[in-house]
């Protein structure tokens, strides 16, 4: 029997992120270059992909490449690079037909031009599926994030454009690259590391955390159900007591 089945569809986190971690790892456990590990990665990829958009979930935010990724070995980088251009190739049909739309976010002006002009292409003509919401976390970190979000609104703030009072947390989150995205409900991440690794720390305030030791060409649909379930069984308060949240 599939863990799918024992899923309560009334359930569902609304919004999903992943950071995919253990490529490397893997593909040194399998006398490969960790070149190979990113292209076994790409299956998951579409195997979690295909979960989520059966299930009935929203929006799934992928934690594709972090700005901390570029200091990696050039050919490692170009690697990844023709592999995303290779996967939005090859799957923007699959996309199209599972009504998946796909936006990006992250420093994507750092993207080389061909990367960047197939990104947005594909983003264009997937805009009008309403399925899933599909979010690639490319060349993005949050504190490049965050740091962005504040110059754009000190800037505002001297032009006159806002004014110091109307600053508050709504106002701040207008300013992420993640506006109109609803928070995260549920953040995987995969090969047994126990940390956030820069990603999403805004929008994370009150998700719930799920770690595995799965690397992450070994993460398939069961493992992605297992954390549903594992979520569902959580009692979410949001700083309110028990109590309180019992009474709703």
């Known amino acids: 029997m599939s863990l799918r089945q024992l899923i309560d569809i009334d359930k569902l986190p609304l919004h999903v992120a992943i950071i995919m971690d253990g490529n490397g790892r893997w593909a040194i456990q399998h006398g490969k ?3 190979f590990g990113h292209q076994q990665g790409v299956e998951s990829v579409r195997n979690i992909i295909e979960a989520a958009a059966e299930l009935g979930i929203k929006y799934l935010t992928l934690y594709a490449f972090s700005t901390e990724n570029w200091g990696r070995p050039d050919d490692e980088v170009s690697a990844l690079m023709d592999i995303m251009v290779q996967s939005l190739n090859n799957e923007t049909d699959t996309l199209l037909k599972n009504n998946i739309s796909l936006t990006a976010i992250g420093d994507l002006g750092r993207l080389a031009d061909d990367v960047r002009a197939r990104l947005f292409e594909t983003i264009e003509v997937t805009s009008g599926s309403n399925g899933l919401n599909l979010v690639i976390a490319l060349s993005y970190s949050s504190r490049w994030e965050i740091t962005e979000a504040a110059k754009r609104i000190a800037s505002d ?20 690259k993640t506006q109109g995205i609803p928070d995260p409900d549920l953040m995987i991440r995969t090969s047994g590391e126990l940390r956030i690794s820069n990603f999403l720390l805004w929008q994370l305030a009150y998700a719930e955390l799920y770690f595995t030791e799965k690397l992450w060409p070994d993460f398939g649909k069961e493992d992605f159900y297992n954390a549903i379930i594992d979520f569902q069984k959580r009692e979410r308060r949001f700083g309110k007591t028990r109590e309180q949240v019992l009474e709703k």
């Open 157 to 176: 703030l001297n032009r006159g454009i806002l004014k110091y009072e109307s600053v508050n947390e709504e106002l701040f989150e207008k300013y992420l």
């Open 33 to 35: 270059d960790r070149i």
